[in-house]
């Protein structure tokens, strides 16, 4: 199947700073991705759809200038938590699919994810 | 928002018994996907099952999907300790929000050997 790739896997910062997450299809391209989150014990939101070479689309709820979105290219996309408080702490995991619409496979391949700790 | 609701929570069972989890949803979909996770991890796509279907299998593994009642199974036959982890559903509308998944709450199921 699918690869998928995010780094850091986990990182701790001080309240203020910024964190970046990578997250990367390592053997197909992928002109979508998705970025979630989740909270312990919880489910997964969705955040924002991120699409290569156009500006991401967000969700109701999440504030774009908190969390910049950049899809560089068919293999890379990438999450700024912008002035990180310490209820941006939360497990965060990208997704991407080969293809959506009929006749399309529809699957979603998620990469393992990145715990953030803000302090 | 969540899409929908997962039954139950949480599932303990022993090695060799089946496992039923069942998740409800409320708008109309293109099509419907589990997903495992171990915890602290990422997500493993299992099944996904298309609006059009009523039954899927793959290996150990059953779903059910009754569109008129916006529900569906999964049931995972002879249960393995391996098989520890949370189970959730994801649902995609399809036409403009191809992709987007819409997470059920998720099942935690605990195989005990």
């Known amino acids: 199947g699918a690869v998928v790739s995010q780094h850091p896997s986990w990182v701790i910062c001080k309240s203020g700073t910024s964190v970046k997450i990578e997250c990367r299809s390592l053997?197909?391209?992928?002109?979508?991705m998705f970025w979630y989150r989740q909270f312990p014990k919880q489910s997964l939101m969705l955040m924002a759809t991120?699409?290569?070479?156009?500006?991401?689309?967000?969700e109701q709820g999440v504030e774009k200038d908190k969390f910049l979105i950049n899809h560089a290219s068919l293999t890379l996309s990438t999450l700024t938590v912008t002035s990180a408080h310490p209820e941006d702490s939360s497990f965060y995991i990208c997704?991407?699919?080969?293809?959506f619409g009929s006749g399309s496979r529809d699957t979603q391949y998620f990469g393992p994810g990145t715990r953030l700790t803000v302090l | 928002s969540q899409q929908g609701e997962e039954d139950p929570q949480a599932l303990s069972i022993q090695e060799g018994e089946n496992a039923t989890m069942n998740c409800s949803y409320k708008t109309s979909i293109n099509n419907l996907q589990w997903y495992r996770q171990n915890s602290g991890r990422g997500l493993v796509h299992l099944i996904l099952?298309?609006?059009?279907?009523r039954e899927k299998h793959s290996g150990r593994l059953r779903v059910t999907l009754d569109t008129s009642k916006k529900s569906s199974s999964l049931l995972i036959t002879a249960s393995r300790a391996a098989d520890t982890a949370s189970y959730f559903c994801a649902t995609d509308a399809g036409t403009d929000s191809w992709g987007k998944l819409q997470f059920g709450s998720g099942t935690q199921v605990v195989v005990t050997p």
């Open positions: 053997d197909f391209q992928a002109t979508t």
């Open positions: 099952i298309r609006s059009n279907e």
């Open positions: 997704s991407c699919g080969l293809g």
């Open positions: 991120s699409n290569e070479g156009s500006k991401a689309t967000y």
